[in-house]
């Protein structure tokens, strides 16, 4: 069917095999629970295809509601006494040098004067810069959580991983493992099987030291520690004269903040332009050219040994990994405005578990739902919510010492006040017998602590490992406004097993349908 | 000379782009998948045919998966000429040198052999590509040549 001319992608071809399914249930009832069957996972398949699209378009994101509700605290008092300057005129000498200065034309010969009024200004617009780029409400928290953590490394080493051409370390800075896999099908002397060794161990190691790279030097907030950050908000003087120039006495404090936000938004945009121009150009180059570099050294030992599998699989590998490369370059985009569609937590689940099984396609997830409302669908936030579930499950597959990792989901209401629910989401699984449980204890109440204080905010960048602080960060984004009840999370180990339990309330709308049954939509605000 | 290109990897494309378009004679319009292959085929007219032997289905794209792999997409194009009296002289350029698995196995001289005994009236040959050498180009010359034919 799918070589017809008469589709246009897999989409269309997956669609016309739900309408022939549908029409078999009525032309051969025997078979009936097969169709249906195959009608469930067809839609389950484009639910989960939908729902990563929709991730996929919300990686990059700015928590603006979360700015703008710091600054009110945090600035609204400074903007008030600048405000004030300028009522008493204050400014009026600064401003009429700075039209002087405007006046004569190009940019370098602009001079702000460093008063205080400007001084508060720069002070103001400055601090609501940071907090855009900030780990807590900004760029850098969602490209650490959506980008840094695991997944680019997941997504880039997907298609070298398929062809068995990349191993892994045997320890964290030990030596990369021997490539077994193709080391086993030649057929030569202890001393080529040595060489060749090497050739896929550098490989390893070179296209790891890419991907490092683009993880902590590139997908970064230029600063001086990370000078190759491709996220560059240096402000020059231009931007504060344009600010005070554009902020008169009868400007808001709302006005402001949109004025100024507004800018730092067309400053993301450019820095996204630039980021996936570079990817496209020079990242993506450089991982083809480590491929092409590894074909060279291994066809030396062409006349040896028969390389036409090994050599099939790098072709391969080059072709899988280019598309890769262009699906990780269009996460580079603002995020989608609007909120999601209604979904479920197995939903959340399911989307998680894919993204994670596209790096790792033996992780399981088994989901049990207990006491959980039929039609009970959320709405909002869902790729924050993924965001969770997707660092938990990346927790599973690098944290648990187990070769097929599988994370066992138990989901269940609390319904104990009118008009709010509680989701409770307890995620378990096994340790392998490589996992020293007591370090690994001492690990966990090191950073419950840290948790406890509410003091955590400089650990969410540098967060690499478990994520314990990005989850907390995230889950703090899920409250209900209007309740006290806030979002929880608990962690640790019993026995051999690691278990993580969130708690999310969610204030609850009953919706009449068509058919008067209640549905619930569940909003997270 | 109008010559299509369908070809999935981007280097690979990119590299017989360049080989193709090497005198201002020649215009190259590319295709990345069996289906935008096959459409281009089957809407405009070309003095030659460029085929990878395995490509997507679909054009991959970020939204697009491509659908399901054709180990020997290029046979099938050849196979849909045939079925529409389409006679455009076709080359096969592969970096592959066996296709399919397990029964389907073929190997690319038992393939050419299968081609040339099927499409006798267009078919004119595999070139093993490798990007480690440039050997290739001279046996896409030669298999040109022999023809009576040049780019």
Known sequence: MDTSVAFEGANDVSNERLQVCKQLCDLDPENYEIYQQEIKEIIRRQVISSRIQEVDQSRIFIDVPGIKEWANKELRESYLRYISYLKHGIASEVSNERREVLGTGGRSAMSVPTNEVIALLKHIVLELRDSYVSADYGLDRFLSTRIRHGLLENQLRRPIEAHFLITKKETQKGPYLPNQYWLDEFDTTQANINELSKIFSNFSESYDNLIAKLNNEWIQIKSDKKANGLFDFTMGEEFITFMASSITETTSFNDMLNL????????????????????????????????????????????????????????????????????????????????????????????????????????????????????????????????????????????????????????????????????????????????????????????????????YSQHLAKDQKSGLFKIRRSINDLHAIGFDIKSKMDFGVVGRTYFISISIPYRVFKLETEDSEILMDIEAE | MRILLVEDDEDKREQLRIFLSNTDRNEVIEAKSYQSGLKKIIAETFDLIVLDMTMPTFDVTPTEGGGRPQPFGGKELLQQMFRRDIDTKTIVVTQFDQFGQGDETTTLNELDKLLFQTFPGNYLGIVPYSVTYSGWKDNFNRKMSSNNLSI
């Open chain 1, 260 to 455: 100024v936000l507004g800018k730092l938004d067309t400053n993301l945009q450019l820095n996204l332009v630039y980021v996936r121009e570079e990817f496209n150009s020079k990242a993506k180059k450089e991982a083809r050219e480590l491929l092409n570099k590894l074909q060279v050294n291994i066809s030396k030992f062409s006349g040896d040994i028969n390389l036409s599998n090994v050599s099939a699989a790098i072709s391969q590998a080059r072709t899988d990994l280019q598309a890769t490369f262009d699906r990780v370059i269009e996460w580079f985009i603002p995020s989608r405005s609007g909120s999601s569609t209604p979904y479920t937590v197995e939903d959340v689940v399911s989307v998680a578990e894919a993204i994670i099984k596209d790096g790792t396609p033996g992780f399981e997830t088994r989901l049990k739902s207990d006491e959980v409302s039929e039609d009970f669908l959320m709405q909002g936030s869902l790729p924050i919510f993924v965001d969770i579930l997707a660092n938990i499950f990346d927790n599973v597959v690098k944290r648990s010492g187990l070769d097929v990792p599988i994370a066992d989901v138990i989901q269940w209401e609390d319904v104990s006040i009118a008009d709010l629910h509680i989701i409770n989401i307890k995620v378990t699984n096994d340790l392998g017998p490589g996992i020293d449980i007591i370090e690994l204890e001492k690990e966990l109440a090191r950073k419950r602590t840290i948790l406890d204080t509410g003091d």
